[in-house]
């Protein structure tokens, strides 16, 4: 059964990022990253592309050196949804990526070890109306609060969080998006709450080096999952050791299964057994992934055997079922056809189509 949304998402002000509006009353923005040198501005569009393709509402690129910075007005140009620059380190780097017109910079405060630094970006800021996410996280902490990092952690990241979001905001950077991350699960929990019942501002959500895509999938959708499940999240990245676009396919999953997201595809498939009499691994893998770019609210079940073929999963819009010598295609638990097993997929595949064109 369709469980009605029940999330209340916590209030916050509203952050533009170019076309992108984010905070408590829009859309919990999808972000990746590309892994192709920036410098080199047509692979990265053409990842930038792949990404918008497959549901990316963000992109982030490092700028890593001035090659990368030089390019960036190239891809701003051209790419299909609004740049974010990644800086560390060198503050003139986000000067030229905000001269250059990005929607937003991410910077740690904590890696560029300079007021007089901090204060010529937010002047940058302030000149472009552009928007800075500050990133928090352990690797960056401030001298002062490593004793209390020691003790509390999570204590320590929000709190720094809190002094740098103050500082931006008395000098007048209204438009700004917070992250604290931490590879830690629970030290990344405990630290967003602190930090959500103190301030108005967005939250970026993210499991920093989460890890290759399985283990990577299971964090985030773990640390994740519980911050949005209590209304805290207003733009989330799935980090993955990966092809960038399996972070925003599991990132529309995870918001799909809290009622986030819609008009994701769902595939259901068994697990499989001694019963199962065709290949549901195969054949439910193949329609998730021609489902990947479509949007459409359909369920479709890919179900081994009777048992819990048709009964088990009439909330699916369409599915099919192992019999003795035949799959049963059935739509809202209902039988409608017996379809020879080696053609079960193609037939499958077709009544689909007449659902989700
Ligand atoms: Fe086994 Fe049938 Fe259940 Fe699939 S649906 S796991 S084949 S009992």
């Not at 930090?195 to 959708?221: C, N, Q, Y």
């Not at 299964?257 to 893998?285: F, H, M, W």
Request: glycine residues 8%; hydrophobic residues 40%.
């Amino acid at each position: 059964m369709k469980q009605k949304p029940c999330i209340m998402r916590r209030k916050t002000r509203s952050v533009r990022i170019g076309s992108v509006v984010i905070g408590s009353g829009s859309p919990i923005a999808i972000q990746s990253m590309t892994n192709t040198p920036t410098k080199d501005a047509m692979a990265t569009l053409e990842q930038i592309f792949e990404l918008h393709e497959n549901g990316c509402d963000l992109v982030r690129v490092s700028v890593p050196d001035k090659e990368s910075a030089a390019a960036l007005s190239k891809i701003i140009r051209r790419s299909p949804i609004p740049v974010i620059a990644d800086i560390h380190y060198d503050y003139k780097l986000a000067l030229k990526s905000l001269d250059s017109g990005v929607s937003k910079i991410r910077i740690n405060p904590g890696n560029i070890n300079s007021l007089e630094k901090i204060d010529s970006v937010i002047n940058a800021l302030r000149k472009y109306c552009s928007t800075v996410r500050i990133g928090i996280n352990s690797g960056s902490l401030e001298r002062e609060l490593i004793p209390i990092y020691a003790e509390n952690p999570s204590k320590a990241l929000s709190k720094s969080a809190e002094k740098w979001t103050d500082y931006f905001m008395n000098k007048g950077v209204e438009n700004l998006v917070v992250s604290i991350k931490s590879s830690s699960v629970q030290v990344t929990i405990a630290a967003n709450r602190m930090f959500a019942k103190s301030t108005d501002v967005p939250l970026h959500l993210g499991i920093t080096e989460a890890g290759t895509v399985r283990s990577g999938t299971v964090f985030s959708s773990v640390g994740l999952g519980i911050l949005l499940y209590s209304g805290i999240g207003d733009t989330l990245r799935v980090s993955l050791s990966g092809d960038p676009v399996e972070e925003v396919i599991v990132a529309k999953k995870i918001l799909s299964s809290l009622g986030l997201y819609e008009n994701l595809p769902r595939v259901i498939a068994c697990p499989t057994c001694a019963r199962c009499s065709y290949d549901v691994i195969k054949i439910s893998r193949k329609i998730e992934n021609k489902l990947s770019k479509i949007k459409s609210p359909i369920t479709v079940a890919v179900m081994g055997c009777s048992v819990n073929g048709p009964g088990e999963a009439k909330e699916a819009d369409i599915g099919i079922a192992g019999g003795k010598n035949y799959v049963l295609l059935f739509k809202k638990g209902v039988a409608v056809a017996k379809l020879p097993k080696e053609s079960a997929e193609r037939f499958l595949w077709q009544e689909i189509k007449k659902l989700v064109t």
